[in-house]
């Protein structure tokens, strides 16, 4: 396989059954998606299932995916959908755990203060309401800079711009 495929040929190939093409796009966005859902979960635990999710629902939506938007784009949003579902299924479990439960573990506290971890949820809640707040168009280079370290060539490759840089 090419080393200088776009996502656009990797799709294709994976559409047609190639899972090392598909296994090439997970390898180029796994940190975009990981660090997304752990922006949205707050949890490194969530945000590696919620990667998995994502991925999971990406090769099964191959087939139907039409290319009008970037692949990057499209897994963004399979990304903020597992992370909303998984947040939405934890909230309703929340009520199921008791603090009596003599079968809970006793961990020792080794972190932040419940004060400072309080906080920078919500400074990331902030965060990402004002990023989820950007049109799509901006947002998504936005998070590919400042989150993922990409130049802008790479972030014009990356969402297929056609234009010279």
């Not at 999971?56 to 191959?62: D, E, P, S, T, V």
């Not at 959908?81 to 929340?94: G, S």
């Amino acid at each position: 396989m090419q080393a200088t495929m776009d996502d656009r040929q990797l799709v294709t190939l994976a559409r047609e059954g190639d899972q090392d093409a598909f296994t090439r796009l997970v390898e180029r966005h796994q940190k975009m998606v990981y660090n997304l859902a752990l922006g949205k979960t707050g949890s490194h635990h969530d945000a590696e299932e919620v990667t998995q999710t994502a991925f999971f629902k990406a090769w099964q939506g191959l087939p139907s995916f039409q290319g009008k938007a970037a692949f990057s784009s499209w897994l963004y949003r399979l990304t903020v959908n597992a992370a909303i579902d998984l947040l939405r299924q934890r909230k309703k479990h929340q009520g199921a755990l008791s603090l009596d439960d003599p079968d809970l573990p006793v961990v020792p506290d080794r972190g932040p203060s419940p004060e400072e971890l309080s906080e920078e949820h919500e400074r990331r809640q902030l965060l990402w309401q004002a990023i989820e707040s950007l049109p799509e168009p901006h947002r998504i280079p936005l998070l590919l800079r400042e989150i993922e370290g990409l130049s802008y060539r790479e972030i014009a490759q990356a969402l297929t711009w056609r234009r010279a840089l």
